[in-house]
Every structure is written in structure tokens, then in C-alpha cells.
């Protein structure tokens, strides 16, 4: 019951955000040009400052295991590089392969991880947090990759690489870390009062934009887009990353991280990603809601299963 109950209440507030911002879309309130323009504030603006936010505000050094570091940080790699290849045998148009290899990729982790791994070990979340400054840049710079390298110019490898660090989420990732390292910290009137409120917005207005634009026939329309994207997500990527993490001595909180980091939902911020950067905004809202409200299930089952392993 602590299980369902942990899941339940980290995956449940989008769920309330989403079915908000769908209201809000039926009675007209937020529709077409609206919505664009709410997700152009949400990934401009108070997305990168929540990751500025999370990264600068995490100790990198009091829990820091190197064995889980590089993992995480070689296996975030390795299954982007595993899912360009298989986007690219299969010849997706360009505006849904980078869809469909962000929204297996990328995860909500930083939004979840605590809350879940809080719940088994309150008084000690391992690598947990640490992990934000590690995945958060990865998964953002690999996104903006997916997506720049089938925007249709042939681009040198200075440009595309100007691309990428410019992109807000990359750069937010890295003046997090620059904030993080040199210890410098803002005026607690700025941080507190400021910058943390409006960086809690991002998630709220992130789901309640994609509820606005969330259609329930889109859903036939991308069946075996959604299947594919929802089965990699949260069942294949965990029981690949979960099964090597286990059997290379991982365990406890830090194999709690691991399963969110590869079997938690799609990211919030993927929605408004793809919308920005010209994939198809559709289908990227339909794989972050429908993998939010799967989650739940199958979150459960794989805190349960490693439990009963006596994994954690």
C-alpha cells in the first residue's frame, strides 16, 4: 500500500495539471495561438530556470558514488545512440523520429526522484539528487540533437554544436553546474522570492498547456507510435538499465534512481520541446500524457518486484 501510495501521489498533481489545461482547451479559454504561446514561456523561460534551480541547489559532493555516476552517465549515452540507430533503420518522418527517441530517452526524473526515493529511504537518498546534474545535461544536449540533425540544413560541426549549448535547456544545465561548482549563490531576495517561484510554475503551466492541446482521436491516429514509445519507456529501457544496475552491485536508493531515470514517465519539458523545435507537438503531447497515467502501474510493479528481490 506505501508503494501505490508513493507512486500514486508523485505521477497524480499532472494528471490534475493535464485534465485542467483540457477543460481549458474544451471551453475555449486556451486554445491555438494561446497554448503555442504559453509553451514558448514554458521552454524559454521558467523551464530552464527550474533546471538552473534543481542543479545549483544540489550537493555534488556529499553523496557522490563514482560506480553509479558512470553508469547513469554512459548508459544515458548508449541508449540514445541504441535509439538514433533504431529511428533511423525504421526512416520515421523527420518530425516524428526525434520525437519518438526524446520521448523513450527522456524522463521526468528531477520532478519525481525525490519523492519517490524519499518514501523507501527518508533518511538517506544516495545519489538520487546528485544524479540531476549528470542526466539533466545528457538528455537535453542528446534531445537537441535528435532534432537539429533532421531540421533539413546541412550544419558544420561548430554550428550545430552553437545550437546545442544555446538551447535553453542545455544552457540552463550548464549554468547550474557553473552556480553549483563555484559556489556562487544569488541574493536570497532573487533565489527564494524570485527565481524559485517562478521555476515552480514550469510544470504546472508545461501540463496545462499540453492538456489544452491534448486530443483523444490523436490517440488512434498514433497507436503504434504511442505503443512503441510507452512500451520502451516503461517497460524495455528500465528492464535493460534496472537488470545491468543490479548485477553490477547497485542497489538501495541508488537503484531506485536508476529505475525513475529509465522507467519514469516521459519529461514534462518534451512537449514543449518538440512544439519549439518544429517535431510533431501532437504526438509528443499524446506519449507524455499517456506514459504519466501508465506509470502509475508500472512504477508500482517494478518498486514491488525489486522489493521482493530484496533489491532495495
Same mark, same amino acid.
Given at each position: 500500500?506505501?508503494?501505490?501510495?508513493?507512486?500514486?501521489?508523485?505521477?497524480?498533481?499532472?494528471?490534475?495539471?493535464?485534465?485542467?489545461?483540457?477543460? !481549458?482547451?474544451?471551453?475555449?479559454?486556451?486554445?491555438?495561438?494561446?497554448?503555442?504561446?504559453?509553451?514558448?514561456?514554458?521552454?524559454?523561460?521558467?523551464?530552464?530556470?527550474?533546471?538552473?534551480?534543481?542543479?545549483?541547489?544540489?550537493?555534488?559532493?556529499?553523496?557522490?558514488?563514482?560506480?553509479?555516476?558512470?553508469?547513469?552517465?554512459?548508459?544515458?549515452?548508449?541508449?540514445?545512440?541504441? %535509439?538514433?540507430?533504431?529511428?533511423?533503420?525504421?526512416?520515421?518522418?523527420?518530425?516524428?523520429?526525434?520525437?519518438?527517441?526524446?520521448?523513450?530517452?527522456?524522463?521526468?526524473? $528531477?520532478?519525481?526522484?525525490?519523492?519517490?526515493?524519499?518514501?523507501?529511504?527518508?533518511?538517506?537518498?544516495?545519489?538520487?539528487?546528485?544524479?540531476?546534474?549528470?542526466?539533466?545535461?545528457?538528455?537535453?544536449?542528446?534531445?537537441?540533437?535528435?532534432?537539429?540533425?533532421?531540421?533539413?540544413?546541412? !550544419?558544420?560541426?561548430?554550428?550545430?554544436?552553437?545550437?546545442?549549448?544555446?538551447?535553453?535547456?542545455?544552457?540552463?544545465?550548464?549554468?547550474?553546474?557553473?552556480?553549483?561548482?563555484?559556489?556562487?549563490?544569488?541574493?536570497? !531576495?532573487?533565489?527564494?522570492?524570485? *527565481?524559485?517561484?517562478?521555476?515552480? *510554475?514550469?510544470?504546472?503551466?508545461?501540463?496545462? $498547456?499540453?492538456?489544452?492541446?491534448?486530443? %483523444?482521436?490523436?490517440?488512434?491516429?498514433?497507436?503504434?507510435? %504511442?505503443?512503441?514509445?510507452?512500451? =520502451?519507456?516503461?517497460?524495455?529501457?528500465?528492464?535493460?538499465?534496472?537488470?545491468?544496475?543490479?548485477?553490477?552491485?547497485?542497489?538501495?536508493?541508488?537503484?531506485?534512481?536508476?529505475?525513475?531515470?529509465?522507467?519514469?514517465?516521459?519529461?514534462?519539458?518534451?512537449?514543449?520541446?518538440?512544439?519549439?523545435?518544429?517535431?510533431?507537438?501532437?504526438?509528443?503531447?499524446?506519449?507524455?500524457?499517456?506514459?504519466?497515467?501508465?506509470?502509475?502501474?508500472?512504477?508500482?510493479?517494478?518498486?514491488?518486484?525489486?522489493?521482493?528481490? =530484496? %533489491?532495495?
Amino acid at each position: 500500500m506505501h508503494v501505490i501510495t508513493a507512486s500514486f501521489s508523485a505521477v497524480f498533481p499532472l494528471l490534475c495539471f493535464m485534465l485542467t489545461g483540457w477543460i !481549458l482547451g474544451r471551453a475555449g479559454i486556451l486554445t491555438g495561438k494561446a497554448a503555442d504561446s504559453v509553451n514558448n514561456m514554458v521552454f524559454r523561460v521558467f523551464l530552464p530556470l527550474s533546471i538552473i534551480e534543481n542543479i545549483a541547489s544540489t550537493d555534488l559532493g556529499g553523496q557522490f558514488e563514482l560506480k553509479c555516476a558512470l553508469y547513469v552517465a554512459l548508459s544515458c549515452i548508449a541508449t540514445y545512440v541504441t %535509439l538514433e540507430a533504431i529511428e533511423r533503420r525504421r526512416d520515421d518522418p523527420p518530425s516524428v523520429a526525434p520525437v519518438m527517441v526524446q520521448g523513450i530517452h527522456k524522463a521526468n526524473y $528531477s520532478l519525481l526522484v525525490i519523492p519517490i526515493v524519499s518514501s523507501f529511504f527518508p533518511e538517506d537518498l544516495g545519489m538520487s539528487v546528485v544524479l540531476i546534474a549528470i542526466i539533466t545535461p545528457i538528455v537535453n544536449i542528446c534531445s537537441t540533437l535528435a532534432f537539429v540533425s533532421r531540421s533539413g540544413r546541412k !550544419l558544420s560541426a561548430g554550428e550545430l554544436a552553437v545550437k546545442i549549448i544555446l538551447n535553453p535547456m542545455v544552457l540552463s544545465s550548464f549554468i547550474g553546474i557553473l552556480l553549483n561548482v563555484t559556489g556562487i549563490s544569488l541574493p536570497e !531576495l532573487v533565489a527564494d522570492r524570485v *527565481m524559485a517561484k517562478m521555476a515552480s *510554475m514550469a510544470t504546472p503551466l508545461a501540463m496545462i $498547456s499540453l492538456g489544452a492541446s491534448f486530443e %483523444l482521436k490523436a490517440v488512434g491516429e498514433y497507436r503504434k507510435e %504511442l505503443f512503441r514509445a510507452i512500451s =520502451g519507456k516503461l517497460v524495455f529501457m528500465p528492464l535493460a538499465l534496472v537488470s545491468i544496475a543490479a548485477l553490477i552491485g547497485i542497489r538501495g536508493a541508488d537503484l531506485i534512481a536508476v529505475l525513475v531515470y529509465s522507467g519514469a514517465p516521459t519529461a514534462v519539458n518534451s512537449y514543449s520541446t518538440a512544439v519549439s523545435m518544429g517535431g510533431d507537438g501532437v504526438l509528443a503531447g499524446q506519449i507524455v500524457a499517456l506514459s504519466s497515467a501508465v506509470s502509475i502501474a508500472t512504477l508500482f510493479c517494478w518498486l514491488c518486484a525489486l522489493g521482493a528481490l =530484496g %533489491l532495495i
